[in-house]
Nanobody, 126 residues
Framework: QVQLVESGGGLVQAGGSLRLSCVAS????????MGWFRQAPGKEREFVAS????????LYADSVKGRFTISRDNAKNMVDLQMNSLKPEDTAVFYC???????????????????WGQGTQVTVSS
């Protein structure tokens, strides 16, 4: 099973930017879509963004459209999430995930992902 490791989280002021990265260790990515999810304290995990295996198709939660951009580099086994115009409500632990069964299309549904990283904390101060 692929081990996913996130990095790039931290503390930033509202309006600032962060770039999260997720790399696979142990072996290469499956030929599958990847996603980013987040979980704020006291809330359920929610979808943020997803990208197809080829990188040609993406999905975003309405709350991050126009502010966040997901991208991937399969040669480097890396998926990034560029986050701009951050808001205090973006504060959460962010997780990357790999979609199961080599499904190549992006998905909103967390149950369709079977490999998850440990998460990286993003805190946005007002």
């Amino acid at each position: 099973q692929v081990q996913l490791v996130e990095s790039g989280g931290g503390l930033v002021q509202a309006g600032g930017s962060l770039r999260l990265s997720c790399v696979a260790s142990g072996r290469t990515f499956r030929s599958a879509a990847m996603g980013w999810f987040r979980q704020a304290p006291g809330k359920e995990r929610e979808f943020v963004a997803s990208i197809s295996w080829s990188g040609s198709s993406t999905l975003y939660a309405d709350s991050v459209k126009g502010r966040f951009t997901i991208s991937r580099d399969n040669a480097k086994n890396m998926v990034d999430l560029q986050m701009n115009s951050l808001k205090p409500e973006d504060t959460a632990v962010f997780y990357c995930a790999e979609r199961a069964r080599q499904y190549r299309l992006p998905s909103y549904n967390s149950y369709e992902y079977d490999s998850w990283g440990q998460g990286t904390q993003v805190t946005v101060s007002s």
